[in-house]
């Protein structure tokens, strides 16, 4: 038994030197433990030397001696608001030496700082395998630049470096007026010439219309590169988090479309024109259909523009000479699309990042190149435009990518293979979740230098004037699953939340870009400080936050973003009507009693926002119908501390049905279209004096009440 209790205790200490939690609180505060099979299993897929219990000893050893031999962490970080300098981890011996480094600036300047070690004082002093350590404070110049710098140290014979993140403490804020927009997927917005789905044309006539009402913000899901395999492709598992989709394009709007007489000549056939019109006419985007359509049209123009010598030629050399890793790309999906199989099944130079001239369909490879350009440069127009009216395009960040993706092949050393990223059980999905793409590698992620994340980052905030970042609390820590283990048997990885925060704060401020955490489901209490800390602001979402009591519904903080609900969510229709909560029994995302707590909670929640609603003077009638109860809600939210509110534009016609349900694999997750056209919808009396109350309560003028 003692034995036990010693192996478990060596178990956790191991677990906690690689940024392991042995244990959390669920949603209910209960603490659960993880099992030791999936702790031994996490623990091998981060490099530990461990294959069973008895390996723990001697990788404790082993461990705690590399982390003393590492004289400096490959990535420091160095805020504005405080005293500049890092920690060093030497032996005693040399301890007393003079140490010289060099600072090169990521402006390319350097300067040459020099230290004798006998006069810095020590800070931690330990023993470890019969080798005495002592750590130091080592202190940096002044006034470093923002930026990402590399710090040399050297010593005879000797050499480190480490990454210096010098950063604002705080991201780009909001401007001092409340700010409104709103949301819907753009494959769920379209028009009278849309084919099938919308696009980023139709996305411009949606930007001025709502600019036209006073709103400056378009929200949408991401809208980056996919798969088009015969499944629904989600948004939030891409090919790529550095590429975008060119289903979005619209490809009328390319230059080439007007010189190129075979692009015309193909969307002015019958058959086209018959098969476009099919599209329009159904209620679920199909998304092989339509790009198979598009990309006939996309191929021709490719094929236009290769051949022929232009203005247009030198733009795009200049395109490829500031995007390296796009030819890359397109090779990748040249490559993928000949052997029609995932890069797993590729042979082995191929499936390591090889390939070669011979691999790929020329054509192919040029199309990929042609569709990139040419969609960045309708999201740049757009952006653009956006930015006139407020902050512009919302887009929207996912955690991570799909495991047989471009990014993972490309950065392979990042990402963990054996292992997916989930959530735990909660009162919603009992079973828990897996979302099924890989994890990053936490330390791999800084001996990198963060390069991957911050390319990531840069390839959104170039258009994005607001940006979501998908599970915030991956920052801190995220939620492992073994691969061949329950959902429930998953645990905790913790990552260095600072160094993701300074890189944000560098990209917003540089692009001077506003960044949102999504921060719901279950948050670790240090995460909301943080994001606070830093000027991350958090997520408010109506549904949410009724309470029952006397004031209904709980404050809105001036540091969050205010929605009725997410694209995971049913409607406010849905919610009033407790469609939801039927709808979610009948699927088996909650069982018999939840349900029934539930269906027995409501009718509280409703009565006390409708009490509370009419108390404040924004719901007039006695006897209300659900429009007078969502248009009072809106105004309560436009009147509110928040920093902007997001409307989603399907609550406005009382749509019943979610965009995406998690947890099920239902055919029309992520393929219903909007009800109603943007023609329609910008026409109706009703939706224009909903949104126009919004932007009169968002200014303060106390008409709206």
């Known amino acids: 038994m003692q034995n036990e209790m010693n192996t478990s205790a060596l178990l956790e200490q191991l677990a906690a030197l690689y940024g392991i939690q042995t244990s959390y609180y669920d949603m209910t505060g209960r603490l659960i433990a993880a099992e030791p099979e999936a702790i031994l299993s996490v623990l091998g897929s981060l490099g530990a030397p461990v294959s069973g219990l008895e390996d723990v000893p001697s990788a404790l050893r082993e461990r705690r001696l590399a982390t003393w031999r590492e004289v400096v962490e490959p990535v420091n970080v160095v805020w504005d608001s405080e005293p500049n300098h890092i920690g060093m981890r030497l032996p005693s011996d040399l301890a007393t030496a003079s140490l010289r480094g060099y600072l090169k600036l990521e402006s390319s300047a350097h300067n040459d700082p020099y230290w004798n070690l006998t006069e810095l004082p020590d800070i931690e002093s330990v023993d470890v395998e019969g080798q005495r350590y002592v750590k130091k404070r080592l202190p940096l110049p002044h006034d470093l630049p923002h930026g990402y710098h590399r710090l040399v140290l050297e010593l005879p014979g000797k050499q480190w470096e480490t990454l210096l993140i010098v950063a604002p403490t705080r991201a780009h804020q909001f401007p001092a007026e409340r700010l ?116 006939r049209v996309l191929s021709e123009l490719a094929r236009f523009f290769f051949a022929t010598e232009s203005e247009r030629s030198v733009q795009f050399k200049r395109y490829l000479d500031s995007n390296k890793s796009l030819e890359d790309y397109a090779r990748f999906r040249a490559a993928g699309e000949r052997l029609g199989t995932d890069w797993s099944q590729w042979q082995e130079r191929m499936r390591n990042g090889l390939i070669q001239p011979g691999d790929y369909d020329e054509p192919a490879r040029q199309y990929h190149l042609y569709a990139q350009w040419v969609t960045d440069e309708q999201l740049q127009s757009i952006s653009a435009k956006a930015k006139r009216n407020g902050p512009g395009l919302y887009l929207d960040l996912p955690i991570g990518a799909h495991p047989y993706s471009y990014d993972v092949w490309r950065e392979r050393e990042l990402f963990v293979p054996d292992m997916s990223v989930g959530a735990p059980p909660d009162p919603v999905f009992t079973s828990g979740q897996n979302w099924s793409f890989p994890p990053f590698h936490p330390e791999k992620s800084r001996t990198q230098g963060y390069r991957y994340f911050i390319a990531s980052l840069r390839n959104h905030l170039k258009y994005a004037g607001m940006l979501r970042i998908d599970h915030v609390m991956g920052f801190h820590r995220l939620f492992w699953i073994p691969n061949g283990m329950k959902n429930s048997q998953g645990l905790y990885v913790r990552y260095h939340s600072d160094e993701f925060y300074a890189i944000l704060a560098i990209e917003s401020q540089r692009h001077r870009a506003i960044i949102v955490g999504e921060d719901l489901g279950l948050v670790p209490d240090d995460v909301r400080p943080a994001m606070d800390r830093h000027g991350i602001y958090r997520m408010y979402i109506t549904q949410f936050e009724l309470n029952g009591g006397q004031q209904a519904i709980n404050e809105v903080p001036a540091n969050a973003v205010a929605s009725m609900n997410t694209h995971d969510m049913f409607p406010f229709a849905s919610f009033w009507q407790d469609l939801d909560i039927a709808e979610r029994k009948k699927l088996n995302l909650v069982d018999e009693a939840l349900a029934k707590q539930e269906a027995e909670q409501r009718p509280r929640l409703k009565k006390a926002l409708v009490s509370y609603l009419q108390q404040t003077g924004l719901l007039k009638s006695t006897s209300p119908d659900i429009h007078a109860i969502l248009a009072a809600t809106l105004k309560l939210l436009g009147s509110s501390a928040a920093a902007a509110i997001i409307i989603n534009l399907e609550d406005l016609w009382l749509e019943t049905k979610p965009q995406n349900i998690p947890g099920t694999v239902k055919p029309e997750n992520w393929r219903r279209k909007a009800c109603y056209s943007l023609e329609e919808f910008s026409s109706s009396a009703l939706l224009r004096d909903r949104l126009a109350e919004i932007d009169r309560a968002r200014k303060g003028d106390k008409s709206s009440k």
């Open 180 to 295: 409104w927009g709103v949301f819907l997927p753009l494959y769920a917005l379209h028009t009278k010439s849309s084919w099938g789905a919308g696009d980023l044309s139709d996305m411009e006539k949606l930007s001025e219309w709502i600019a036209s009402l006073g709103g400056g913000i378009i929200a949408t899901l991401p809208i980056l590169a996919s798969h088009f395999d015969g499944v629904s492709p989600g948004p939030y598992t891409p090919v790529s988090r550095l590429f975008w989709n060119e289903f979005c394009a619209d490809v009328r709007k390319i230059p080439e479309f007007e010189r190129c007489p075979a692009a015309q000549a193909l969307v002015n056939s019958s058959g086209f024109k018959t098969e476009i019109q099919s599209l329009r006419s159904q209620s679920l985007v199909d998304y092989d259909r339509q790009m198979a359509l598009k990309r």
